[in-house]
């Protein structure tokens, strides 16, 4: 137990000679936080829109201020050829164009079909998508207040039966604000970033500059050295978990519903998978730079991408699901969105809590063996 | 003054054949990543899970449940029977939008005054596929309405009127996949990170392991110490470049519509200016832990989340707009989805590229500035 202190107390020492680090370690997640958490959001505020009314009547002109009332779409050219609408789009100046045919307002008055064009820039998939169901949205409802006005017009004063509507209702997250999906999600992400860089560097460094021999000739075991060595890391983990779950209170108005206590448990079991994910990365490495190359690429990169945190694990192919299987920032992800949005806790979250509990018991099975036969 | 910078260039070239593992993991990685991540980001909402909990169980109310459950867009998970289910649905993940049709459903369908109400309640934790799922929806009500309707005239002996046909038309991308949006954003990310750490740590190991000094009172500059230590790596990063776009090509299909010889010029500036933001990195910092930790967060975490390529730059504060430029991903981004997406030539991107090489001056001559003063003052 002594010499577990020793070390730790070592490693503490080191900490405090390189200031620059210790001030990088806790002071960039919180900075991160705010710049990343404003910028992550998918909201489509303004759609950006071009309008080809070769109309120009009463009728069209109300039909377009039905887009310009919406506050969806800012209306930032008219334009009087179609060359034109097609230029703005190659060049990235809208991503819609609408195009009102020559007879709209004869077509609308004669009870005929008018056929209006929507122009997108699909290359962003998802903004594209978002805004046609705004724009098809503006349609029903415009064509359901034509025919309505027709319908009375005729003596008919009721609308024909069968108007099922729908009432949608957001749980969770009512004002539909990516943000608040996003913000957790970062959280999980810069604490393995932490807490990875530190441990995956933590042996190799010792070995390159050649004082892990004398760590070797000493009588501290391997065990103890292992533990000595990643308790100041998990402890810096937690004050930095801490720190950015305070911005995100504080910054973001994001509250945490459910148990507090239970949120720190399960960073507990997730700073125990990152931590031994960088230990093994420390243990296969020769150089600094190959731990800090396999750090990113074989543990940062899949974590961010295959983790759910912005890409629905549902979408992805079912053989690149199995792969998620095996990141543990996948199941904290769903308990830090568990119980920082839903308020819900262990009877919901058991088996994502088992999950990273086993993950992190085996990494650091893992690491260790590695370690006790580099030691040999 | 060429012959000494390739005496550096062949000594880095011996360094880096040395470490075979490292070499390995830095062209191969790329590739193998580009693979996995390529199929993994999408945004595509398809089979949404739709809990139904039909208080009506008319044939009215199964009609419009068919209708739903027709589409490609949505899978029935489960039929729920009581008032507590629909909580724990949500709670539990087992569906994404839970359908509730009041046992009014079908008398007020006929109803001339009140029209027949549904629910639908989607989980909006994710609130980007909340508000796709929500789209949905709407659209799926308003297709049964017309449908519907145009049922009910026609036996009445009239003819429906639809004033607006619309006819959504999506330019480059007619599928929407987001596919192929995403994939130039992984590109530019893998490209940033492999240029600003390899170069960043190579810099800096010298310095740590004290063989800088050695190079200093070497007869080289320290400019050409610089050249030729990063030119083995823009070689490398632009050899990535290449394989990445052919797997792109075969594994994803993204076709390069444009002109190859822009795409590999800007590629190449692009490479330029990230690697002079390693350059200034490595001069800043004098150990590689401290490298590592200032090129993660200064390379990966932007390109991820500032560089436009997942969140619309738009979308985002204004604040945060201008700080977005300080990641040279986010104009290579638009560099590579105008070449490779639309087609399009040099008038769409020409001042992305200005950028790019004034951010790489800027980043290098911070780095000769600071370093000029670090020797200085040493």
Do not use: C
Request: glycine content about 4%; proline content about 3%; charged content about 15%.
């Amino acid at each position: 137990m002594k010499t577990i202190l020793h070390i730790v107390k070592k490693e503490f020492l080191q900490f405090r000679r390189d200031p620059k680090m210790f001030a990088m370690i806790l002071i960039s997640p919180v900075v991160q936080l705010i710049f990343l958490g404003y910028a992550a959001n998918f909201d489509v505020n303004v759609v950006h829109t071009a309008i080809f009314d070769q109309d120009k009547t009463i009728t069209s002109r109300q039909f377009i201020e039905k887009f310009q009332g919406s506050g969806y779409f800012e209306t930032d050219y008219y334009v009087d050829n179609y060359k034109k609408l097609q230029n703005l789009i190659d060049n990235h100046k809208i991503i819609f164009g609408l195009v009102i045919p020559k007879d709209f307002e004869k077509k609308i008055e004669r009870n005929e079909t008018a056929p209006v064009q929507a122009v997108f820039d699909g290359s962003d998939g998802n903004t594209a998508a978002i805004s046609a169901g705004y724009v098809q949205l503006i349609v029903s409802n415009y064509s359901k207040s034509v025919v309505t006005d027709f319908l009375n017009k005729n003596g008919m004063k009721i609308i024909p039966a069968g108007n099922v509507e729908s009432k949608v209702r957001v749980w969770y997250n009512p004002e539909l604000k990516t943000r608040n999906f996003m913000v957790p999600g970062i959280v999980g992400l810069l604490l393995m970033i932490v807490t990875l860089i530190l441990t995956s560097l933590a042996i190799v460094k010792e070995k390159e500059v050649g004082t892990l021999e004398q760590l070797i000739v000493t009588p501290i075991k391997s065990h103890q050295l292992l533990i000595g060595k990643l308790i100041p890391f998990a402890l810096l983990g937690f004050v930095a978990e801490i720190i950015v779950l305070t911005a995100m209170v504080f910054v973001f108005n994001i509250p945490v519903r459910g148990n507090l206590a239970f949120l720190f448990f399960t960073t507990f079991l997730y700073i125990l998978s990152t931590l031994g994910l960088g230990l093994f990365v420390s243990t296969i490495s020769k150089t600094q730079q190959q731990a800090m190359m396999l750090a990113i690429f074989v543990v940062m990169m899949p974590m961010i991408y295959l983790s759910g945190f912005a890409f629905p694990i549902e979408n992805m192919p079912k053989i690149i699901q199995y792969f998620t299987y095996f990141i543990p920032l996948r199941y904290f992800m769903v308990i830090m969105r568990g119980i920082i949005l839903k308020g819900v806790g262990f009877s919901d979250l058991w088996m994502e809590t088992t999950l990273l509990f086993i993950i992190g018991v085996v990494i650091i099975f893992l690491s260790s063996l590695r370690f006790r036969k580099r030691l040999d | 003054m060429i012959n000494r910078i390739s005496a550096v260039v062949e000594k880095e070239f011996k360094h880096l054949l040395r470490d075979k593992r490292m070499l390995f993991v830095i062209i191969f990685f790329p590739v193998f990543l580009l693979g996995i991540f390529g199929y993994a980001v999408n945004f595509d909402v398809h089979h949404i899970q739709l809990a139904v909990y039909d208080q009506d169980k008319s044939e009215m109310s199964r009609d419009f449940i068919n209708s739903l459950s027709k589409s490609d867009y949505f899978d029935i998970s489960n039929y729920l029977t009581k008032d507590s289910e629909i909580k724990k649905s949500l709670d539990e993940k087992l569906a994404q939008v839970v359908l509730v049709i009041p046992n009014d459903f079908s008398k007020n369908l006929y109803s001339k005054k009140e029209s027949a109400e549904v629910q639908f309640l989607i989980d909006g934790v994710n609130g980007n596929t909340a508000t796709i799922i929500s789209n949905y929806v709407k659209a799926a009500t308003l297709s049964y309405n017309a449908k519907f309707q145009k049922e009910v005239l026609e036996k009445t002996g009239k003819r429906a009127f639809i004033p607006i046909d619309l006819r959504p038309l999506f330019q480059f991308n007619p599928e929407l996949s987001t596919t192929k949006f995403l994939i130039p954003g992984l590109i530019a990310m893998i490209l940033i990170i492999t240029a600003v750490i390899t170069v960043s740590l190579s810099l800096v190991r010298e310095k740590e392991h004290g063989t800088s000094d050695q190079l200093k009172i070497s007869s080289l500059s320290t400019l050409e110490i610089i050249i030729g230590k990063t030119i083995p790596y823009i070689l490398i990063a632009l050899l990535d470049a290449v394989f990445i776009l052919i797997a792109g090509y075969i594994l994803f299909n993204v076709e390069i519509k444009g002109n190859y010889l822009l795409l590999f010029l800007s590629t190449f500036i692009f490479i330029l200016a990230s690697t002079s933001l390693g350059i200034f990195i490595s001069v800043i910092s004098d150990t590689q832990q401290l490298a590592f930790t200032f090129a993660t967060m200064a390379s990966m975490l932007p390109s991820v989340i500032l560089s436009g390529f997942i969140f619309p730059i738009e979308s985002m504060p204004y604040a945060i707009q201008v700080i977005t430029n300080i990641t040279p991903a986010k104009f290579f981004i638009v560099i590579l989805r105008a070449i490779i997406l639309r087609g399009v030539g040099l008038q769409a991107f020409w001042h992305q590229l200005i950028y790019l090489i004034f951010f790489a001056i800027i980043f290098l001559f911070l780095a000769t500035v600071i370093g000029n003063y670090k020797t200085k003052s040493a």
